[in-house]
């Protein structure tokens, strides 16, 4: 609310705030990974900045402003070294319009929200014209055909990244993601600062950075997680980070909320993903197989902050991932459509309940003592779902 004021009222109020910031501004925009990315950046740098960012995810214009607000003095003062704002692919294109940012993290280009969007092209422009007004350096996807097309209208300094070609099956484009089977073309010869070369379950990873070998852990779990591992490291470069630094500061970062988010409850756990597109959904899956977990959850919305058209679901494949496993439940307003879609991959469902609450009480008293609830859940259910655990648990604060 009062980013959407202060944006009626002074037009100029962003770029006259932000340029008290001595170094300038980094945007994280793409389809899948920018609020653990843009948290991941921010923990690197305080170790040596100060840095101001927008934590909650609030990723339009006016959450910027309402960041600005928050953390300046009485006088107006920003007493900041830097900035990174995670910004909606739509909004870092309306951003650049109104103050020209130092760099840029463009994570993937996906199909996602398209009541919002439109085709996935558009969504690509849009980064874009963002890429195009950026002033110093910006970090690519290497493997993503659409974001490595930016380069064209790109700022000189250009740093790539991205997976090998034993991990390209995993990590695929938009343009790959129903392509059957792990025969997926590489990149090739095409240059990367940072590529990622393994992922260990134990949250252990291997990247080749320049050419050199470097291992280190991820707190963060997830393989979505590593891949934006890859991109902040990356950035780190550009800004003149050594190596050892940025891979110690990454090991350090734990989970976003609602981002493979762990929850105790008693003597039970509950891990919090959240999911809004195919690609996202799959990497989740993927992820989620992992946690052997007694009971699954999924939590499907259909508000603005969600998208409208959930017919995405349709195009995730439930069964090839492995990642709901147990109990079965669907709950938020669109619980019934979830488990249609779920019968058509022959999972059934146990629990439908349209009630958020009702159903995650359920789901909890059907998990075990020292069992895992998994929660697969959209953006609205996902907030809705961390105010009724707090009730119950300690949940982190946003």
């Known amino acids: 609310m009062p980013g959407l004021i202060i944006e009626s009222l002074s037009k100029n109020f962003v770029a006259k705030s932000l340029e008290l910031i001595p170094g300038g501004v980094i945007i994280v925009t793409g389809t899948n990974g920018k609020t653990t990315s843009t948290k991941m950046l921010t923990h690197v740098l305080r170790g040596q900045k100060k840095v101001l960012t927008n934590s909650t995810g609030s990723n339009f214009v006016r959450g910027i402003i309402a960041a600005i607000l928050l953390h300046s003095t009485w006088l107006g003062k920003l007493d900041y070294d830097i900035a990174v704002f995670e910004l909606d692919e739509a909004y870092a294109a309306k951003f650049v319009d109104i103050y020209q940012p130092r760099g840029m993290i463009v994570l993937n280009v996906m199909r996602d929200q398209m009541d919002r969007f439109g085709e996935i092209d558009y969504t690509a422009r849009l980064i874009q014209k963002a890429v195009a007004k950026t002033t110093e350096f910006v970090v ?87 891949q934006n591992a890859m991109a902040v490291l990356a950035a780190g470069l550009a800004l003149d980070y050594s190596v050892d630094i940025i891979t110690t500061r990454l090991s350090e970062v734990k989970a976003a909320f609602g981002r493979g988010e762990s929850i105790k409850i008693d003597n039970k756990y509950l891990i919090l993903q959240l999911v809004k597109n195919p690609s996202g959904f799959r990497h989740a899956l993927i992820s989620g197989a992992q946690n052997n977990q007694t009971v699954t959850m999924l939590a499907i919305n259909d508000n603005y902050a969600d998208g409208r058209d959930v017919s995405w679901l349709w195009d995730v494949n439930f069964k090839e991932t492995g990642g709901v496993n147990g109990l079965v439940a669907t709950t938020g307003s669109r619980a019934t459509d979830m488990a249609l879609r779920l019968k058509y991959d022959d999972i059934i469902t146990d629990i439908v309940k349209e009630d958020l609450l009702v159903c995650l009480k359920a789901s909890l008293s059907r998990t075990p003592a020292g069992g895992c609830l998994v929660i697969y859940t959209t953006y609205t259910a996902m907030l809705e779902i961390r105010k009724l655990l707090s009730s119950m648990t300690k949940v982190d604060k946003i």
């Not at 343009?175 to 240059?191: F, P, S």
């Open 140 to 226: 690519l996807n290497r493997d993503d055909p659409r974001v490595q097309n930016m380069s064209k209208d790109a700022p000189k300094n250009i740093y790539y990244f991205r997976v090998s070609q034993a991990l390209r099956s995993l990590f695929r484009n938009d343009d790959e993601l129903h392509k059957e089977g792990d025969n997926i073309v590489g990149v090739g010869a095409n240059k990367a600062d940072v590529e990622l070369i393994d992922i260990q379950k134990n949250g252990q990873i291997k990247v080749a950075v320049n050419g050199q070998d470097v291992q280190f852990g991820l707190s963060a779990k997830g393989t979505f997680n590593a």
